[in-house]
Structures are given as structure tokens and as C-alpha cells.
């Protein structure tokens, strides 16, 4: 990969139950639901037969693994990736359910994806694949059931193909059926920036209590896809210095600040931030280490293990990946004092925004954007605030405090419902 390094210390799953264990452990959580709540639902394996445009067949594997509807249907996105495994797609999606308990919103988790490279499909091959994935896990999703979403690799048009073959095989158009589709086929207005927007609602609020402003503030952002790009946009706009951007292929870097409108410009044309004329490049292995006051991971992960951790520079971590740090690595920061916004609450603004798209669908009513700003907003700072407080109270560091909360309010939502039988 280019410009990025990752290390499976852990597998994502494995990390994500390494924190589980520690987080379930200091809340005297029951043995019964420890093991409940370590474990998925449901774990769909399809393998997906596609024609490709050659006229040869081909099969993918696809995954959408359930992990919870303790407090509501799943939620979360659908990944292309020739790396994902069912291992990884069982940790998101457990994490998932952790990041809709922190905003506090309706949902449980689920995860899912396709091992396939997009970039060497076409249009036609993407869209075969996505119809098929869908009708394949139809039984299992719904509005009612579990609502899939975009993450990496997966976008606008793909929820539109998933909604419309969904709404083919029950007779009728549900829109409520997938988040994160076209404003024009009943998507919200502001899906599409809400990762970056709440990963800068965090960073705001870290600000705050470092009593720190934002206009001297340095931001290094690794990855340029949707969560990297707008959070970059949002935060040059509020008056931060990007100083670094990095994508698959490297990195680009001026202590002064890149101009980041120029630079989404010139990535439009080139499709990668490389070459960019407006600063110097940067080799993808040390970019992560550059001097700067706060970083956002925001490409994959595991980017952040224990051969790097030390060299970080940052005194903010935003994670606007999912799992992009490893728990080794969670323990050396710690130590020297970064302040880390873990994932679950972070990159918390995406799903937080699926959920008003959720609604604003089931009404047929639709809000302008400030207003699902205005929400957002509203959401992140409290969830902020409470994972900040809980790790206070508890003497825990935001991630095990956020793991603490989380794990809290879905454990209660477990008793009070009981176990079916
Ligand atoms: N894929 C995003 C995440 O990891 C969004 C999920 C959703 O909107 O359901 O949080």
C-alpha cells in the first residue's frame, strides 16, 4: 500500500475484544453477558456469482455480519476491499454497536463488505455485484432489520443500487431500507460531510479544554477519501492549518498550510494528492510522524501500532478511520499524554446522520441542512462530553471509557428485554 503502513498486531476483531475484556472487566459485567455481548448475532457468509464485462464469471465473497439489536435495528456500512475478511467485518461491526450506543441513538451494529478491488472493476461490474450482495443478504435487512450504509470504497451510487433492488424484490420503493443514497432519492443533506464534521465537532471541543485556538492549530490528515477530504474542507474553512494530506499513493506537506480547495481541485483531476504544487512530498512511512498538534487517521486500519506509536507527534489523536490504532499502541500513547478521540465516538457523525436520514425518510419529511448540522452537533458534543467525564470519573482513558459507556447502556437494554427463549 503505497502511502500507507499498516501492522496486524491484532487482528480487528482481537482488538476490538482485547478493549471489550478490559472495559467489561472494570464494569463487573456479568460472565453471562460478557460472552453475550462478545459475540455477534449473526454472520452471513454469500459468495456472490458476477458476469463480468468479459463475459467470464466470476465469485466474490461477501460478509454482513449482525451484532446486536439489543436497542434497535443494526446499522452500519457495506465495504469494498480485496482485504476484508470475516474477521475484520465481525470487529467493525461489534464496534459498531459501541458507536450507536455512545451518540445514544436507536441502533445496534452490523458491518459488511465484499473482497473485491473496485478500482480494477467497471461500472457495470460494480453494479452487478452490489445488485447481487443485496438480494443475497435481502432476508436479513430492512428498515426494520438492519439498515446498510456506505464505507470505504462504497458510495451514493452504490446505496442507490442497493435501495432500488431491495425495493424491487418487496414491490415497492423503501427508501429507509439504505442511508447515505443521493439527496435526490431520499438521502439527507448533510450525510455526506457528517464524518468529517463530527471528527472536527471533537477536535473543537479537545480545543476547548486545552484552552488552545484553533488558528495555530496543525492538522495532518492521512487518508483523502470521504471521511479525510471533508473533515480537510470543513477544518481549513474553520481556520485550521492542514499542514499534511496523504492518500494511497504518498503524501504532500507545507508547514504554512496546503490550500486545501486548490488541493481537492487538483484532485479531482489527478485522482491523488501526489504531485500537488502546493507543497513538498512526503514518503507515506513518515508521514504519520510529522510535526504537527493534531492528527487524524482517516484512511484504514491499524495504521498506529506499537513501532510508531512512540514517534507520533501529535498531543491530539481524532480517529476518523474505524480501529486505526492498536491496542499496544493505545497503552504507549496513553503514557506520553496524547489526548485520543477514540473511533467510536470520533467518526461517530456519520452514523449519527444515517439515523436523521432514517427518520426523515420514514416521515417523508425532509430538514434543511443547518438543521441536521444543528442535530449533529448537538449529538457529538454530548457524546464527547460523556465519554470525557466517564474516563474522569473512572480514572480510564477515553477509549476504555467510551468502551465503558457503551458496553453500560446496551448491557442495561439486555436486561430489561431479558433473553428470548
Ligand atoms: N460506515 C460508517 C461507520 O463506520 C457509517 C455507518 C452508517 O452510517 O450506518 O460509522
Redesign the pocket.
Known sequence: MGGIETERELSVYESMAARFDVAARKLHLDEGLTRYLRCPNREIIVHIPVEMDDGSVEVFDGYRVQHSIARGPC???VRYSPNVTLDEIRG?AAE?TW?CAIVNIPFGGAKGGVACDPEKLSRGELERITRRYTAEILDYIGPERD?????MNTDEQIMAWMMDTYSMHVRHTVTASV??KPIDLGGSRGRREA?GRGCMICCDQALKRFGKPVESTRVIVQGFGNVGSQAARLMHRAGYKITGVSDIHGGVFNARGLDIPSLLDHVSESKSVTDFPGGEPVDGAEFLELDCDVLIPAATESVIHSRNASRIKARILVEGA?SPTTPPADDILFDRGVFVIPDILA??G??TV?YFEWVQDRQGYYWSESDVNEKLRTIQVAAFNDVVRYGEKHAVNNRIAGYMLAIDRVAFALKLRGIYA
Open positions: 446499522k452500519g456500512g467493525l459498531m458507536k439498515v446498510p450504509a456506505p464505507d442511508t447515505g464524518t474505524n467518526n461517530a456519520g452514523v444515517s
